[in-house]
């Protein structure tokens, strides 16, 4: 680190603390050419992650988006907004695991299909009548047939 006030390369760190609720590091510097002291501050580098759209056409991944969505789908469930925070982080991690970091879009929209349908029932539906575009009351009727198959009537799965 180059000191600010006589620009040469030779200091030692006096504090280092947490900044930023833990999303930054505060560096306290001293130069050992000129004895001045100055902070630093270290910050994560972002990993950039690409949504592949339908139409074949990248943006930028956008962890609102699945909030959104899962928002709405959840309207008026007993979800809380932690287990949908989750999931979104379960969706995020696994797109910036892709060594490329592009995800297409329908592989998200699965998998909040698939966290969903483990969630609650009537979540699912919202959330696939949307995505799947339904076009009548027999995509409803599919859907809710394919997941009658899912659960045992005794075994619906946990609240949050």
């Not at 008026?76 to 695991?97: C, L, T």
């Not at 009548?129 to 005794?154: C, E, M």
Request: glycine share 4%; with cysteine; charged share 35%.
């Amino acid at each position: 680190m180059l000191c600010p006030f006589c620009r040469k390369d030779d200091d030692k760190v006096v504090d280092s603390r947490s900044a930023n609720n833990g999303m930054r590091i505060r560096r306290r510097r001293q130069c050992l050419k000129c004895s001045q002291r100055y902070t630093t501050y270290e910050t994560w580098e972002e990993i950039h992650v690409s949504v592949v759209k339908k139409d074949g056409t990248r943006v930028d991944f956008d962890r609102g988006k699945i909030l959104t969505g899962l928002k709405a789908a959840c309207n008026k469930r007993p979800i809380s907004q932690e287990v949908r925070s989750e999931i979104a982080d379960r969706i995020e991690d696994h797109a910036k695991q892709k060594p490329d970091r592009v995800i297409a879009s329908s592989e998200i929209g699965e998998m909040i299909m698939q966290e969903l349908a483990r969630l609650d029932r009537v979540a699912y539906v919202r959330f696939a009548s949307v995505y799947r575009n339904f076009s009548d009351t027999a995509d409803f009727t599919d859907t809710i047939s394919a997941l009658k198959g899912l659960w045992q009537p005794s075994s619906d799965p946990p609240r949050s």
